[in-house]
């Protein structure tokens, strides 16, 4: 990887001379459970750019997959604004596509019916929805796989056709929440250099939820660390690596810097959340059988 030619400073200057995409104007979310009531996200302030790729990460219970479904139009949420080009989100839309870490394909349908399911919907014929749904089959490359149901398919598989049907409507925005998590780790690293090749080859900005720190400096351009109780944002770090990125990158000093930042702002966070972990009890002896050489 050269760091020669790079210029970050450049790169953001680019990035944020596009227009906003998405944003988010004291957003908040508050759950209500008999009387009490607790908030999931407090007062969100984000601005996102055309073609970003935006990470968030944080601690379990800090609201990322609530944002990512207010963002989706799944739930409705409780004060603040949140836009698309300027418009308000009041629903879910085709042009937010969204997939989740767990298979939602239909099991009934096969590849091709599973991602020509959106179009048929929009009222598109059959012959052209067809068509749509076997270019993108041919883009994540299971061409070979479209009469096949979801069963047959790899765990990896399902997850490039629930990409493909996400992106066969042509969506404004990509929202993924943990899609990689399920997987293997050497099926995941080939999605990730799957998604980042989708992504720098078709006009899409994705906004990727993950609990994976090495997984969001992979990905992303910016990286927004929420903090939970209540789920505010409490850092955005720019990625100032250079692209294209591989998992080469791991063992440069510049990825490690990063790491580093990622790990304090989480994990520091985990410890705040769960002080039990921080006191965990020696224990005691209960086999007769040494470990020692």
Partial sequence: MTHSNFNAS??????????VILEAKQLSQVF???????????????????????????????????????VAGLDPYHSGEILVDGEPISGPSPERGMV?????????KTVKENVMFGPRMKGISQMAAESQAREWINI??????????????????KQRVAIARALVNEPKILLMDEPFGALDPHTRQKMQRH???????????????????????????????????PGEIKEII???LPRPRSSDVFTT???????????AL???????????LAELPKIPRMTQISTKR
């Fill in 10 to 19: 450049d790169y953001f200057e680019k990035i944020y001379e596009r227009p």
């Fill in 32 to 70: 209500k459970h008999g009387k009490t009531e607790r908030t999931v996200l407090n007062k969100l302030d984000l601005k996102v750019h055309k073609r970003e790729f935006i990470c968030v990460i944080g601690p379990s219970g800090c609201g990322k997959s609530t944002f990512s479904r207010v």
């Fill in 195 to 229: 998604l980042m090749d989708l992504w720098q080859n078709i006009d899409i900005t994705i906004i990727f939820v993950t609990h994976d720190m090495d997984e969001a400096i992979l990905l992303a351009d910016r990286i927004v660390a929420l903090k939970a109780n």
């Fill in 140 to 157: 994540i490359g299971l061409d070979k796989y479209e009469n096949q149901y979801p069963h047959q398919l790899s765990g990896g598989m």
């Fill in 266 to 276: 989480v994990h520091a966070q985990e410890d705040e959340l769960d002080p039990a």
């Fill in 100 to 108: 989740f870490q767990g298979y939602t394909l239909f099991p009934w």
């Fill in 238 to 240: 720019e990625v100032d």
């Fill in 253 to 263: 000093p510049e990825f490690r810097r990063l790491r580093e930042r990622v790990d």
